[in-house]
């Protein structure tokens, strides 16, 4: 499990993003759960995240930030990354951020990319 906290701020938004290995939809449930056991994690107020498994398969969800797994996906695709979950961790500041939020995971991931060799 990598997990790179304070990637980016925002309006006092704070993000984070992690991932791993994850083949198959129950280990995607088993990172989350993992990532969770973390309390700073289970406080957050989203926690999104994809995975594009080897044969294809799509696994994603928002937890409230609509359309933001959508997002991961896509990433995941391009990058042809696969049986590898990403999370994007959001802890909310008290400002709405609008479309912002769809660039911030989109940073996130970029970051996390990078960091894995994968951008």
């Known amino acids: ?32 759960k993992q990532l969770k056991r973390n309390k700073k994690f289970a406080k957050a107020t989203h926690n999104t995240w994809a995975v ?7 696994i994603k969800a928002d937890d409230g930030e609509g359309g933001a797994g959508a997002i991961i996906l896509r990433m995941l695709e391009t990058a042809d990354l696969r049986d590898h979950i990403v999370v994007v961790t959001r ?10 939020r769809f660039r ?14 994968e951008n």
């Open 1 to 32: 499990m990598k997990i790179m906290l304070n990637v980016l701020t925002d309006k006092g938004s704070k993000y984070a993003v992690s991932g791993g290995v994850a083949d198959s939809k129950d280990a995607a449930n088993a990172f989350i």
């Open 52 to 58: 594009l498994l080897g044969d294809g398969t799509q």
């Open 91 to 100: 802890w909310y500041g008290g400002v709405h951020l609008g479309g912002d």
């Open 104 to 117: 911030h995971v989109k940073t996130c991931v970029d970051k996390y990319l990078s960091e894995i060799g």
